[in-house]
């Protein structure tokens, strides 16, 4: 069973729609990142978190230390957000970070 | 402040020759981590250099070797390539004290033929 685990592992939905993505973890954790990878390559990372809930623009990520799951939640999707969403844990005292295998979201006009 | 760079950002090497990657840090990161991406394995760590210091490392083979200079630009080389090596190579940079937000660069992609 791998540490990270993320759900679904691909997604496709209209524009304007409410989207998903689960993470869990096996491990215990200093931080949980959110990650995302537009074709070629590049990685951004768009959450850092180890407690409660945050929100950047149209991105909202939980996350719930008890049942070791994280969230990453997309208010009214676009096109843009197509992507490759990343989950990854870190541990204490360490900056490896341990990948979930991703989730390819693709957003329809 | 610029951004993480990563040269060179294509390589064609073939089996047995070795290579050698460079990423540059955001300035004043002390921190560098390498990752290899592949369609089979995903994002796996290779190691991180912290002050010239080898501070973690993953499961690679010694054929995968880094080290990190005084202005914390790092390298990394890969010795006898094998087929399996080609891969997208990441590096990311942090301040240095742990668990902060890493910083990507945009990756060399390694093709060995």
């Known amino acids: 069973k791998n540490e990270v685990e993320q759900s679904p592992q691909n997604l496709t939905a209209q524009e304007g729609e409410f989207i998903t993505i689960n993470c869990s973890y096996s491990v215990g954790i200093s931080a949980l990142h959110w990650l995302q990878q537009h074709p070629g390559g590049g990685i951004v990372s768009l959450f850092m978190?180890?407690?409660g809930k945050k929100k950047h623009g149209r991105l909202i990520a939980t996350i719930n230390i008890q049942e070791k799951h994280s969230s990453l939640h997309i208010t009214a999707s676009h096109p843009r957000d197509s992507a490759v969403y990343i989950c990854?844990?870190?541990?204490?005292?360490?900056?490896?970070?341990?990948f979930g295998t991703g989730t390819r979201l693709t957003i329809i006009p | 402040k610029a951004g993480v760079t990563q040269t060179p950002r294509y390589l064609i090497k073939t089996r047995g020759q070795q290579v050698t990657l460079s990423c540059s840090p955001i300035s004043g990161h002390r921190s560098v981590s390498w990752y290899q991406q592949t369609p089979g394995q995903g994002l796996q760590f290779l190691f991180e250099y912290f002050s010239e210091t080898q501070r973690n490392k993953g499961n690679f083979p010694g054929r995968f070797s880094g080290r990190q200079f005084s202005n914390s630009r790092s390298e990394m080389n890969v010795s006898t390539l094998e087929l399996g090596d080609s891969a997208l190579y990441l590096c990311?940079?942090?301040?240095?004290?742990?668990?902060?937000?890493?910083?990507f660069g945009p990756g060399t992609r390694l093709t060995v033929t």
């Open positions: 990854a844990v870190s541990n204490f005292g360490n900056e490896k970070l341990t």
């Open positions: 990311a940079s942090t301040p240095g004290t742990y668990s902060y937000e890493q910083y």
């Open positions: 978190l180890s407690s």
